[in-house]
């Protein structure tokens, strides 16, 4: 089956189901949604089934449901890519559109879709019911009606505004020689409402346009004992034509079936001769009865396997007593096949449109090549350019792993990262006698005891909507306000500080087994942020707040939380939270002399007695972790 069925499945369950099941599909599957629906490239029918069984297994739907939905689909698809009007000029209503229906069938098998298998539809009318059709469908593939009914019912209403039911008469398998069997399904086509449209039987001004359908008598091929063409002449211009009677027997036959078969002189059946090769079911009198509009199709066999480019393409005309006449010629479908056959084109009559076919071939497939390999390419460049997006994505997130996403944007853009904050919160931690640990322990489990303890206080930064700055060695820096500005930075780092705490906590002392402590200093006041060198770019921060930070952690105390004065002023302004602090009193600070400062209790350390206690905002913290605001949106990556 041709990439066209693929593409109209996928349209299908992407207009009924939606993108995310769609790529489930594709999960199951292992399909390449660009290289497995390329419309003009040819895929196994075991391939294409295979397919629509996962795809109707992970819908949970019917077989018959989804093939019915695609065959519908499969029309809107059709003319979207350009065959609508092709369909529509195939007949005046929707019987004369099915009576024509396989000479598109055999046009597209030799022109713009080689190779493809097409089924074969014969149509009868109800004496009775002038709104019924019986129509007879024949396929080589099984199970595949269902298909048939959605995309008739799709062209009834797109080209006719007719509304149809369709009933299953009979279904049955047909020999039509020693290896291949065919598949035959009548149903019952009935009319449903005129939606201002002819009707489903033929008007009765064509019921007679057919010349395969007009029996000749004699009376109308001359007068009575008077011949104007011989055999022989009549030979010379049909060379290629044979006559049967309804036994099949051939009773006369031109001079190049001779050739081509030379058997034929002791007059044999035909499907002694040859095999029907299109339409697709056996031969046979009714058949050939039911079929009487098509263009078929033989291949010569001469009793045995069919002979290489030997087939021949033509009308049936009725003749008085049940004698059928076949006028055809080789069917040539390109220069290199006329070579082969030792052929020129004056071979050919010049009545046949076989001349024109052939050149119109020729050129066709130098464009169908073309067309194969142009969508061959642009389904390349398509995973070529999600290939590159797959690698921009891993590569802006390791960028924004190491710079804020805005700060990383600018700096793409060509612009110099630098800026003044008027405010800000900065936090510093450290480990409790991490220079002891060091010198006792293996490099290995200093690196793990770092990773798995700072993957918890990463994992924090988020729900707190922090910024990591960097860690150097056992040191750790996390500020608020910068490079987002935040009215609320003090409260989200303490709430921050008080996390890393617990989670420190968490972690075992590599030496001891006992949880690790930490000491966490956090200081409030403005800054300076930018991005500084070639290599190895980063983030930094410059100014006087970070010194008193950095300060109030190395005078910090182990396992609690050291704030100055302005950062608990900053908590008051934002009441968004409730921290509840202990005045340390004046603390001689290196490099600033005496300060106020204070420790934010923790579930996890001693509190003074309440009346030493200071309250801090309206809201409450629960186990130790900062509840969050709904108030409060996240804006950091």
């Known amino acids: 089956m041709y990439g066209l069925i693929h593409s109209c499945v996928k349209e299908w369950v992407l207009n009924n189901y939606g993108k995310n099941k769609w790529k489930e599909i594709l999960e199951i599957s292992g399909a390449d949604d660009e290289q497995t629906f390329l419309n003009f490239q040819c895929y196994p029918d075991k391939a294409t089934l295979d397919f629509i069984v996962i795809v109707v297994a992970h819908l949970g739907i019917s077989l018959e449901y989804f093939l019915e939905g695609v065959g519908v689909h499969f029309v809107d698809f059709t003319i979207e890519k350009g065959y609508g009007e092709m369909l529509h000029t195939l007949g005046r209503n929707f019987h004369a559109f099915l009576d024509n229906l396989d000479y598109l069938h055999c046009y597209l098998m030799t022109t713009a879709f ?37 995309a008739l019912r799709g062209c009834a209403k797109n080209f006719y505004n007719l509304a149809v039911r369709f009933e299953v008469i009979f279904t049955t398998e047909e020999k039509i020689n020693e290896t291949d069997t065919v598949h035959h399904v009548r149903f019952k086509v009935t009319q449903l409402g005129r939606l201002d449209s002819p009707s489903l039987a033929l008007a009765e001004t064509e019921r007679v346009t057919s010349p395969a359908s007009v029996e000749v008598a004699p009376s109308s091929l001359a007068p009575p004992n008077v011949n104007f063409i011989s055999t022989a002449e009549f030979s010379a211009i049909h060379p290629y034509h044979f006559i049967f009677d309804k036994n099949l027997s051939v009773k006369q036959y031109g001079f190049g079936i001779g050739v081509l078969c030379p058997s034929v002189r002791s007059f044999p059946a035909v499907n002694d001769l040859m095999d029907l090769v299109w339409p697709y ?11 009487k509009n098509l263009v078929f199709q033989f291949a010569v066999t001469n009793g045995t396997k069919k002979t290489e480019g030997t087939v021949l393409r033509g009308e049936l005309v009725f003749l008085v007593n049940d004698l059928v006449l076949f006028l055809g010629n080789p069917m040539v479908n390109s220069l290199k096949e006329l070579a082969d056959r030792s052929l020129k084109i004056s071979d050919i009559p010049r009545s046949d449109s076989t001349r024109e076919l052939i050149l119109l071939k020729h050129q066709r497939s130098t464009e169908f090549d073309l067309m194969q390999r142009l969508e061959a390419t642009t389904a390349e460049l398509k995973r070529t350019a999600a290939a590159l997006e797959r690698e921009k994505e891993k590569t802006d997130r390791l960028l924004h792993s190491m710079l804020p996403p805005e700060v990383a944007h600018k700096l793409k853009g060509g612009s110099h990262v630098q800026e003044a904050f008027e405010s800000a919160t900065i936090l510093f931690s450290d480990i409790v006698t991490f220079t002891v640990i060091a010198s006792k322990c293996e490099p290995h489990q200093i690196v793990m005891l770092l990773n798995e303890m700072y993957t918890r206080f990463d994992a924090a930064t988020e729900s707190n909507c922090v910024y990591k700055v960097e860690t150097i060695g056992d040191a750790y820096m996390v500020v608020g306000g910068i490079p987002t500005r935040a009215p609320d930075h003090a409260t989200r780092v303490v709430g921050q500080a008080i996390d890393m705490v617990r989670l420190a906590r968490e972690v075992a002392h590599p030496l001891t087994g006992e949880p690790v402590q930490i000491r966490v200093g956090v200081h409030t006041g403005p800054a300076v942020a930018g991005v500084v060198g070639q290599k190895m770019p980063r983030y930094c921060l410059f100014g006087d707040t970070v010194n008193v930070a950095s300060r109030m952690e190395s005078h910090g105390v182990p396992g609690r939380i050291h704030i100055s004065a302005n950062c608990k002023r900053k908590l008051e302004a934002e009441k968004s939270n409730e921290f509840i602090l202990e005045p340390r009193g004046p603390t001689e600070i290196k490099g600033k002399g005496l300060m106020e400062t204070f420790f934010v209790c923790t579930p996890f350390d001693p509190c003074p007695p309440p009346n030493q206690k200071i309250q801090v905002g309206g809201s409450k913290r629960k186990n130790g972790t900062l509840r969050r605001r709904e108030s409060g949106v996240c804006h950091m990556q």
């Open 114 to 150: 080689p190779g493809i298998v097409m089924p074969s539809f014969a149509c009868t009318e109800d004496q009775n019911d002038p709104n019924v059709l019986y129509v007879d469908y024949y396929s080589r593939r099984e199970g595949l009606q269902a298909l048939a009914i959605g």
């Open 281 to 291: 079911t056996t031969l046979s009198y009714e058949n050939v009865e039911r079929f």
